[in-house]
């Protein structure tokens, strides 16, 4: 009995080796053969010839790109919004999770219900947009920031979270005397390192992302992000051409550009990602599993 439950858990352990091992090829080709393209040879990059790994070495696509002050201004555009808006995100978020945590805060439930009721219903693109322009904010910066200063499902999540403190650490600090700001940034800030960091990755990451918000709020190109940029490489790509190409290069270079555009917007965030993952695992589960 016991060979026979060695065996099937060894079966078992084999599948799921497979099955992963599956899954990380699925996932890390699309960014191995980006990359691949993006440093090939041109003429083999235009021929299609690249399947996974490069064929030649060149990059002359990556120095069009980063000699493109377009470039160069979209990236400073991103670093803003995405700093100050995870700023903004997490700092809002974690404000309104806490009280809702906390037992004593006697109207906890007609908040909740009222902010979960945004994510069954909301007004719809043109009331916001209306709304958005009446306010002022069309065609500024704050308009991508102010619109989703809060999400909802980070505020249940971190709300979840916070409702795992244990009360008598509040209580106990009440009766030395410390108010609620002091509690909350003297206890309940340090001690909820994993799910901070899990509202900074999903925030960062959705502004970093982010652009169709952009395309409706900010004709000015001036004030664009990256990612809109990206797209708009992708969808037009002869204007791309026409401004950093010179004549007959454009038809070879055009496809290796739009590939190092891709790598240039995607670096940042796999770059941040390792140094917050050891809380992201954690604070996932403890603030979607614990109520």
């Not at 060149?58 to 555009?77: E, M």
């Not at 390192?193 to 982010?210: D, E, T």
Request: aromatic share 14%; proline share 5%.
């Amino acid at each position: 009995m016991n060979y026979a439950r060695t065996t099937s858990g060894r079966l078992a352990d084999a599948a799921i080796a497979i099955i992963m091992i599956f899954v990380i090829v699925i996932c890390l080709y699309p960014l191995v053969f980006v990359f691949s393209m993006s440093i090939s040879d041109p003429l083999a990059a235009a021929a299609q010839e690249v399947w996974l790994f490069p064929k030649g070495f060149s990059l002359n696509a990556y120095k069009l790109v980063l000699d493109n002050p377009d470039i160069w201004k979209s990236y400073a555009n991103t670093l803003w919004y995405t700093v100050g808006g995870t700023a903004l995100n997490v700092t809002m978020t974690i404000l309104l999770a806490y009280p809702l945590s906390r037992r004593s805060f006697v109207l906890r439930h007609p908040i909740t219900l009222m902010i979960v009721f945004t994510m069954l219903f909301n007004g719809g693109l043109i009331p916001t947009f209306i709304l958005v322009n009446n306010i002022g904010l069309y065609n500024t910066r704050w308009a991508l920031i102010i619109l989703g200063a809060v999400g909802v499902w980070y505020v249940i999540i971190a709300r979840t979270y916070f409702s795992t403190i244990p009360d008598s650490l509040v209580e106990s600090a009440k009766l030395d005397g410390a108010n609620d700001i002091r509690i909350f940034w003297s206890i309940v800030v340090p001690l909820s390192k994993p799910i901070i960091a899990v509202l900074v990755l999903f925030y960062a990451v959705g502004h970093w992302n982010s652009y169709f918000s952009a395309l409706i709020y900010l004709p000015n190109k001036d004030l664009q992000p990256l990612q809109l940029y990206l797209v708009k490489v992708l969808v037009e790509s002869t204007n791309l051409a026409d401004s950093v190409l010179p004549g007959e290069e454009k038809s070879l270079a055009l496809m290796q550009i739009k590939y190092s555009i891709i790598i240039v917007a995607t670096l940042p965030i796999l770059f941040v990602y390792p140094f917050l993952q050891k809380y992201f695992v954690k604070g996932v589960m403890i603030g979607a599993i614990k109520g």
